[in-house]
């Protein structure tokens, strides 16, 4: 079974400059994370969606970043304009979602985008 | 609030040595979940293991075990006879017994095994 898909592995871009990370969910994961992780800390949630609705979406910075995903399938996080301090690694994460009993799932990451700006 | 405190950033040990990575949650709520994921150089989070708050049985599958006190809010992860390719940072979480599907992670902590 495939796991989390997510594209570009690395980004470089000057600030100031718009960018958009791509991120595809294992089959059948009703639930897709957006998370952030800066150098030597562990992943902070951006964003989570169940299907195609944004349910979680109190971390996300929205004045520069904005996400979609659309048919409840994939996922777009896009940052724009970035910023010197937006350099981490996104991930993304999927998880079974609805069905599961209402508890906590067990969630699923991919390999992240690493994102530099300069 | 919920938190979750590793407080071994870093851990060197040689290989064949066994060692235990701390990890010390706080939480109001009475049922809850923990995890333990492994952050190889590839960038990946693996998962590798999910507990229940009201299951206090320890757990063993392989070279890796945790021990559970809820007493002490603790969930310690221990992997015996360490190995080279064990060498990641690991995190802990925490998440809430609800719908809401967030879980906290600790800062994590790197383990190098040296040859």
């Known amino acids: 079974e495939a796991g989390v898909v997510q594209s570009p592995r690395y980004k470089i871009i000057e600030k100031k400059q718009p960018v958009a990370f791509w991120c595809n969910p294992i089959s059948g994961h009703n639930t897709l994370y957006w998370y952030r992780q800066n150098l030597g800390q562990g992943p902070e949630l951006l964003i989570r969606?169940?299907?195609?609705?944004?349910?979680?979406d109190s971390q996300l910075p929205k004045d520069r970043f904005s996400a979609e995903r659309l048919k409840g399938v994939d996922s777009t996080l896009k940052i724009q304009p970035a910023e010197l301090g937006d350099s981490a690694v996104y991930l993304c994460?999927?998880?079974?979602?609805?069905?599961?009993?209402?508890?906590?799932?067990?969630?699923?990451f991919g390999p992240g985008t690493r994102l530099t700006v300069l | 609030a919920q938190k979750v405190t590793q407080a071994q950033t870093e851990i060197s040990v040689v290989e064949k040595e066994d060692v235990t990575l701390d990890c010390v949650y706080e939480?109001?709520?009475?049922?809850?979940?923990l995890f333990w994921y492994k952050q190889p150089p590839s960038g990946e989070l693996v998962f590798l293991i999910r507990r229940n708050s009201f299951d206090e049985q320890n757990e063993i599958s392989g070279r890796y075990s945790w021990n559970f006190q809820k007493s002490t809010s603790s969930f310690n992860f221990t992997i015996t006879a360490s190995q080279v390719v064990d060498s990641a940072v690991y995190f802990c979480?925490?998440?809430?017994?609800?719908?809401?599907?967030?879980?906290?992670f600790g800062s994590g902590t790197r383990l190098s095994i040296r040859p």
């Open positions: 939480t109001r709520d009475t049922t809850y979940y």
């Open positions: 994460a999927s998880s079974l979602g609805q069905g599961s009993g209402g508890r906590t799932d067990t969630q699923y």
């Open positions: 979480a925490l998440g809430r017994y609800s719908s809401a599907s967030k879980i906290i």
């Open positions: 969606y169940e299907n195609e609705e944004a349910v979680d």
